[in-house]
């Protein structure tokens, strides 16, 4: 629950920071008029996301077995690859996102092209949309009831403070969003990596090499139950949702949880965080938005 609510909340927040600087832009270039175009452009983007929703649960209903879990693997890694990519993007681009929306916003002002709003507003939150898509149906593979929850709570509080956000959005400092909620989505998209792997293991499409490097689940309860902390327990679960917890992995699932940690951990922690510092550096940016 914890995972999708980070992750939801992360997603809403940034497609509706992205609406709000549109918003005050055609406010500051006195072109309000044209905020109908925005609108349907939020619109249309947030239709096609469910419409990817309803495809990926179809196809991964009609699945069984092997075929599933090949589907669940492939779906999680996918998961954990574009997050990556996007922790990547914001680390780097995070400075400046607020000056190329305003330019694509003004090419689309200055050549009467009132669809190229649209398309502008289209393209920013469907984007948001599929990865949103992409890692709670990862999630909700594992744990459905707990990644909905969450969902929902993450939208729920984003509606809550969105109005503030339109009101003050200038107050918020972008670049330290974006760092620290960068650092927790590292910790759940090294999860999905190891979980991804771990499910391509049971399908035999990835060898284990060692079935269980170590077993640490304590055993069964007298009437049957799991232990809390069993990797199918209470507290187990919710490791299992948020870090992608198993308490008896393979040893391919250990080296791409450490693999993950070691190459993407490092370069977002270390050097891509002091490359994209000296970057804004000398561009002399802000990291916040102000109007």
Same mark, same amino acid.
């Given at each position: 629950?914890?995972?999708? %609510?980070?992750?939801? &909340? =992360? $997603?809403?927040? @940034?497609?509706? /920071?992205?609406? #709000?600087?549109? +918003?005050?832009?055609?406010?500051?270039?006195?072109?309000?008029?044209?905020?109908?175009?925005?609108?349907?452009?939020?619109?249309?983007?947030?239709?096609?996301?469910?419409?990817?929703?309803?495809?990926?649960?179809?196809?991964?209903?009609?699945?069984?077995?092997?075929?599933?879990?090949?589907?669940?693997?492939?779906?999680?890694?996918?998961?954990?690859?574009?997050?990556?990519?996007?922790?990547?993007?914001?680390?780097?681009?995070?400075?400046?996102?607020?000056?190329?929306?305003?330019?694509?916003?003004?090419?689309?002002?200055?050549?009467?092209?009132?669809?190229?709003?649209?398309?502008?507003? %289209?393209?920013?939150? &469907? =984007? $948001?949309?599929? @990865?949103?898509? /992409?890692?709670? #149906?990862?999630? +909700?593979?594992?744990?459905?009831?707990?990644?909905?929850?969450?969902?929902?709570?993450?939208?729920?509080?984003?509606?809550?403070?969105?109005?503030?956000?339109?009101?003050?959005?200038?107050?918020?400092?972008?670049?330290?969003?974006?760092?620290?909620?960068?650092?927790?989505?590292?910790?759940?998209?090294?999860?999905?990596?190891?979980?991804?792997?771990?499910?391509?293991?049971?399908?035999?499409?990835?060898?284990?090499?060692?079935?269980?490097?170590?077993?640490?689940?304590?055993?069964?309860?007298?009437?049957?139950?799991?232990?809390?902390?069993?990797?199918?327990?209470?507290?187990?679960?919710?490791?299992?949702?948020?870090?992608?917890?198993?308490?008896?992995?393979? /040893?391919?699932?250990?080296?791409?949880?450490?693999?993950?940690?070691?190459?993407?951990?490092?370069?977002?922690?270390?050097?891509?965080?002091?490359?994209?510092?000296?970057?804004?550096?000398?561009?002399?940016?802000?990291?916040?938005?102000?109007?």
């Amino acid at each position: 629950m914890i995972a999708s %609510f980070v992750i939801t &909340f =992360r $997603e809403a927040l @940034e497609a509706a /920071l992205i609406i #709000g600087i549109l +918003a005050a832009y055609l406010k500051k270039v006195d072109r309000s008029d044209l905020n109908k175009y925005l609108y349907i452009g939020t619109g249309t983007a947030l239709l096609a996301s469910l419409i990817v929703a309803v495809l990926f649960t179809t196809i991964y209903g009609g699945l069984e077995g092997r075929a599933a879990k090949i589907f669940e693997g492939l779906a999680t890694l996918s998961a954990a690859a574009v997050l990556t990519y996007m922790i990547f993007w914001m680390t780097k681009h995070s400075q400046e996102l607020k000056g190329e929306l305003y330019e694509k916003m003004d090419t689309a002002i200055s050549k009467g092209e009132v669809y190229g709003i649209v398309t502008v507003a %289209f393209l920013s939150v &469907f =984007r $948001e949309g599929v @990865e949103t898509v /992409l890692f709670l #149906g990862a999630t +909700a593979i594992s744990s459905p009831g707990d990644t909905l929850l969450g969902a929902l709570l993450g939208i729920g509080v984003v509606l809550a403070i969105t109005y503030f956000m339109f009101e003050g959005i200038y107050l918020l400092d972008i670049k330290k969003f974006f760092k620290y909620t960068s650092i927790v989505l590292l910790v759940f998209a090294a999860g999905l990596t190891a979980y991804g792997v771990h499910e391509l293991n049971e399908a035999a499409l990835i060898p284990s090499v060692v079935e269980h490097v170590w077993d640490i689940n304590p055993p069964l309860n007298p009437d049957g139950s799991y232990p809390a902390l069993h990797e199918k327990g209470s507290i187990g679960l919710i490791l299992k949702s948020l870090v992608g917890y198993n308490g008896n992995p393979s /040893l391919t699932e250990v080296l791409a949880y450490l693999g993950y940690w070691l190459t993407v951990g490092y370069y977002v922690l270390s050097g891509g965080q002091r490359s994209a510092k000296a970057d804004a550096g000398k561009k002399g940016s802000s990291g916040v938005v102000k109007y």
